[in-house]
């Protein structure tokens, strides 16, 4: 056996070993044309597919020219923003009937909403001591990883689990967006419980609550929560549920279906990809700035400390050392993230109500500030706008949602969209994704074992 001390040494030399045989020059993506993350020179997404699901609009081509413009987000061709308008205006949950619309293609009756409705909350409860066996008996420090251990353990407990008739997909579907919430929550509490040596505290679904209403239930201990924290929570799972077929984790679940497995391993694929700190993991980011601005700004209303604070974070003299502004910025979004837009708006009277009004203003003057910042110490004049994370690690502060659920809530949401993105790979798909990779390394001759 290899004591640990020579284990770590032999790695360390095994690393060197891979990066002296493995460096690819940076001039030969450009030579070969390729299109890095799949982007196009001009920031553009390389085109993979087609799809009616969701559009994310952010800028116009004119010209070979990108021009900026108002950021629109559309889930089967109707905006998120009527949609968000019209379920705050009728003081309703509106998650339930966003999960509908993506995954069957159109709005629902309200007899249909209240059937699915139904339907979402006899299918909340676990399978019978599926929490005692797949998630306290493996308890993990991840509430993520956890949720993908999971999503591919109920394969075992689904009789047809490999059947890829649309009925049957729609069916896992259903129940996936139905059991989220509950998966989540009991990993969370199991790592409380091992972890933070905290007591064990599981609650049951209740069938009659909506999603928001079930996940903070089933989060906090006492079960408690206002309907005004309920709506804004709804709001998040609204805003999050769809983001086209382009991000990677809904990219990923087609990857997998375009292979034909089944929705469990192409829908924990999706979630192993939010885990990334590169995707899912972004509001816990901004979180952090925010404490760490906090803490060294002296006064958070001045423009100017924060400004020139905002200027040391750029160039890594301040906060984690990255040189990003967590929050600002988006691949496609320009002159404004309609999803950030409907969080800043609807979180500002819980954000009065809860204390949080300095910490809004400051997240605000960031917003402003930071293009400002950006442009004097890079030199460039690129127009960037707030993404939705700016302003949704407030909002799960103001629900008291802790952080290690921030990107399983995420999840909660997405789920939503990924399985509407396999359906339609399923039924119009037909190829597996296969893009090429173009070899560059030269041929060599193979030497017997003895002569090297």
Request: proline letters at 2%; glycine letters at 8%.
């Given at each position: 056996m290899i004591a640990f001390g020579q284990w770590d040494s032999y790695l360390?030399?095994?690393?060197?070993?891979?990066?002296?045989?493995?460096k690819i020059p940076a001039e030969l993506y450009d030579n070969q044309n390729v299109k890095r993350g799949l982007r196009n020179a001009d920031g553009t997404g390389v085109v993979a597919g087609v799809s009616m699901i969701g559009n994310v609009h952010g800028y116009v081509m004119n010209e070979g020219e990108r021009i900026p413009d108002e950021g629109r987000l559309t889930y089967r061709g109707i905006s998120v923003t009527d949609m968000v308008e019209s379920y705050r205006a009728e003081n309703r949950f509106g998650f339930e009937e966003t999960a509908f619309l993506l995954l069957i293609g159109r709005l629902p009756t309200k007899e249909e909403l209240d059937k699915f409705?139904?339907?979402?909350?006899?299918?909340?409860?676990?399978?019978?001591?599926?929490?005692?066996?797949?998630?306290?008996?493996?308890p993990s420090n991840n509430v993520m990883n956890k949720l993908a251990r999971a999503t591919l353990a109920l394969y075992s407990y689904d009789d047809n689990a490999d059947d890829l008739t649309l009925k049957n997909n729609i069916r896992q579907g259903?129940?996936?967006?139905?059991?989220?919430p509950t998966i989540i929550s009991h990993a969370y509490q199991v790592k409380k419980h091992y972890y933070n040596n905290e007591s064990l505290v599981l609650h049951y679904p209740k069938p009659e609550l909506s999603t928001a209403e079930n996940t903070l239930m089933l989060m906090r201990q006492n079960g408690e929560y206002t309907d005004e924290e309920a709506k804004l929570l709804d709001l998040c799972l609204v805003l999050h549920?769809?983001?086209?077929?382009?991000?990677?984790?809904?990219?990923?679940?087609?990857?997998?279906?375009?292979?034909?497995?089944?929705?469990?391993?192409?829908?924990?694929?999706?979630?192993?990809?939010?885990?990334?700190?590169?995707?899912?993991?972004?509001?816990?980011a901004v979180k952090r700035m925010f404490q760490d601005i906090m803490e060294n700004v002296e006064n958070w209303d001045d423009d100017d400390q924060v400004f020139s604070y905002l200027k040391r974070i750029l160039r890594k003299e301040a906060g984690d050392g990255s040189g990003l502004i967590y929050g600002m910025g988006h691949a496609i979004y320009t002159l404004s993230d309609p999803r950030a837009v409907q969080l800043k708006k609807y979180a500002r009277s819980l954000a009065e109500a809860k204390g949080f009004d300095r910490r809004m203003a400051l997240i605000e003057r960031v917003e402003r500030l930071a293009p400002a910042a950006m442009a004097e110490e890079r030199g460039q004049n690129k127009v960037i706008c707030a993404n939705v994370d700016l302003y949704s690690g407030l909002v799960y502060e103001m629900l008291d949602i802790p952080e290690e659920l921030y990107t399983p809530l995420f999840a909660v949401s997405r789920i939503t969209g990924w399985i509407a993105h396999r359906l339609e790979e399923l039924e119009n798909g037909g190829r597996i994704i296969r893009p090429a990779y173009k070899p560059v390394r030269r041929r060599i001759p193979y030497i017997p074992l003895e002569e090297r």
């Open positions: 360390s030399t095994l690393c060197e070993e891979f990066r002296n045989e493995n409705r139904m339907l979402l909350g006899s299918l909340r409860k676990l399978p019978v001591n599926f929490t005692e066996d797949m998630i306290i008996k493996a259903i129940e996936l967006v139905a059991r989220f549920a769809e983001h086209s077929g382009g991000n990677n984790s809904t990219f990923a679940c087609r990857v997998l279906t375009s292979a034909g497995t089944d929705t469990y391993s192409a829908a924990s694929a999706a979630v192993g990809s939010l885990k990334a700190p590169k995707h899912g993991g972004a509001n816990i």
